[in-house]
């Protein structure tokens, strides 16, 4: 079965700094790779999606990469907001499908 | 463009009383659904997944049960709510696997607390 890790489970840094989010898993044989915001007490808002076949995606700030063969992805986040104060999680779909395997997150405060 | 609704957000239920969270999903069709559930501090568990009516998995053994009467609607049951039942509860569609994109788009959520 396919395990999912974030580490670390917490980060805090001053707004305006550059930063760096882990998700490392167990099973190279993945079909994509999803990373999520949740705000508390709220539902998860996709970010990026990683195909098997990619090596990152870019959204405006945020840049998720995926290295299969180490079974790590990142996704980094430029000059950092209060806004971008959340949980964030990775999940990976799994080769035959249908099967949604998430990390615990990442809990990100951004100083002002 | 799709959207998806889950109610109620917030349920305080005793112990022993039934459950029903219901979960519908516009703008598509025969989407991927599914419940998850987010204890406290915790990931997500899947709970069931459905890739058609009728059609349901189970993930784990439990006091739940889901079932899919519709296309593009998903209800989550219990006949008798346990104190371990309380979590966070998340419906949420993908497209057919397959495609390309299976992007998962969730719910708002259910807070669910069982005294």
């Known amino acids: 079965k396919q395990e999912v890790t974030q580490i670390p489970a917490a980060l805090s840094v001053p707004e305006g700094e550059n930063l760096v989010l882990n998700c490392s898993f167990t099973?190279?044989?993945?079909?994509?790779l999803q990373w999520f915001r949740q705000d508390p007490g709220k539902g998860l808002t996709s970010l990026l999606l990683?195909?098997?076949?990619?090596r990152e995606q870019t959204s405006g700030r945020l840049n998720a990469s995926l290295d299969k063969s180490s079974g790590r992805s990142t996704l980094y986040i430029a000059a950092s907001q209060p806004g971008d104060s959340a949980t964030y999680l990775c999940a990976i779909e799994s080769n035959t499908g249908n099967q949604f395997y998430f990390g615990t997150g990442t809990s990100l405060t951004v100083i002002p | 463009s799709q959207t998806i609704h889950q109610w109620p957000a917030t349920l305080v239920q005793p112990v022993g009383s039934p459950l029903s969270l219901e979960c519908t999903v516009e703008?598509?069709?025969?989407?991927?659904l599914y419940w998850y559930r987010q204890a406290a501090g915790r990931g997500l568990q899947l709970l069931f997944y459905s890739v058609g009516i009728g059609q349901i998995s189970s993930e784990v053994p439990q006091n739940l049960s889901a079932s899919r009467p519709q296309d593009r609607q998903f209800i989550l049951s219990s006949k008798k709510l346990l104190l371990s039942d309380s979590g966070f509860y998340l419906c949420?569609?993908?497209?057919?696997f397959g495609t390309g994109d299976e992007k998962l788009f969730f719910g708002s959520g259910t807070q669910l607390s069982v005294l």
């Open positions: 990683i195909q098997s076949s990619q």
């Open positions: 099973d190279s044989a993945i079909y994509n």
């Open positions: 949420a569609w993908s497209v057919a």
């Open positions: 703008g598509t069709s025969n989407p991927n």
